[in-house]
């Protein structure tokens, strides 16, 4: 008897379980924070950290597209966990990765689909962050592959079966041998641009008990902001009152200057913004993977 075309498949999905990411892509500012094209690079330099994204001629990856690479993150983590040998290669179905990022199934999210993973292959990264004690000199794609495998209805319109993808070897070693995993609040996905942000900076930098402040400038260079500082604040003091931050909680405080100034001059304001974690909703540090696998053939 002929296979039915579905089991020409096999798939990955569905995926069971927190969505978790690596601590590196939470902590920097690899994606842009917005949804339509972003043609303007990357830049992002502090201390002894550089990164540089270039658009491909779909713009740069947004924070949206990261999503899929959150979602094959996690398809691998699981695996990990369940001490199943795992490769660079996913095969998942679209109604399972709408279904965990709460994406209703229309045409349009379909086509939204396919998009994000050309922008995510055309996207290239350069860092010097080091992986699993490797570093790379060129520039990556987080999807060096990645393709939407269809039938044809007897009518002849086309129907999705499958989204394979390759996971770049960057990410691939920062999961699988540096193993600094967080997992996602299941709200994360309902959150504007910015509020994502924060909420990733919060998981990377917070501790169940302590605070995390930062210069507000500091901040929106982290986040990624493209917003001028006025509106970026603006857009602070909007989350901080709205107080839906999963998990977290942040406030804004304007620092006078203390130090005497000259007659007719302003005291000097510095603007300090603190996220701590919320008692009502905590969340549990990293999961460390204690699973070693030999590499998979």
Not at 9 to 33: C, K, N, T
Not at 61 to 70: F, G, S
Not at 85 to 96: I, N, R
Not at 195 to 215: I, K, M, N, P, Q
């Amino acid at each position: 008897m002929a296979a039915k075309q579905g089991d020409l498949f096999v798939f990955d999905s569905p995926l069971h379980g927190d969505v978790r990411g690596e601590r590196s892509i939470m902590a920097f500012p690899f994606f842009a924070l917005t949804k339509i094209a972003q043609m303007k690079p990357i830049e992002f330099h502090s201390d002894n950290v550089s990164i540089e994204v270039r658009p491909s001629t779909m713009g740069v990856a947004t924070i949206y597209d990261k999503e899929i690479v959150l979602y094959i993150a996690s398809l691998m983590i699981a695996k990990l966990q369940d001490g199943v040998p795992v490769g660079q290669d996913f095969t998942f179905t679209a109604h399972d990765f709408f279904r965990v990022t709460g994406t209703s199934q229309s045409k349009r999210s379909y086509q939204r689909l396919s998009e994000a993973l050309e922008r995510l292959q055309g996207t290239q990264i350069r860092t010097n962050i080091e992986t699993g004690g490797e570093g790379e000199e060129g520039y990556f794609s987080w999807l060096p592959e990645a393709r939407l495998s269809y039938t044809r209805g007897r009518t002849g319109e086309r129907r999705l079966k499958a989204v394979k993808v390759r996971l770049c070897d960057w990410l691939y070693r920062a999961i699988r041998m540096d193993q600094r995993i967080l997992s996602y609040h299941h709200d994360y996905f309902s959150l504007g641009p910015i509020e994502r942000r924060l909420y990733e900076l919060a998981r990377s930098h917070c501790g169940e008990d302590d605070a995390w402040e930062v210069e507000i400038e500091a901040l929106r260079h982290q986040v990624g902001s493209n917003d001028t500082a006025p509106r970026f604040k603006h857009a602070l003091k909007r989350i901080a009152e709205a107080d839906e931050l999963p998990e977290y909680r942040l406030t804004i405080n304007d620092i006078v200057d203390s130090a005497p100034t000259s007659p007719g001059r302003r005291k000097a304001v510095r603007t300090v913004v603190s996220i701590r974690a919320r008692h009502d909703r905590v969340r549990s540090q990293a999961v460390l993977l204690e699973t070693r696998l030999s590499p998979a053939h």
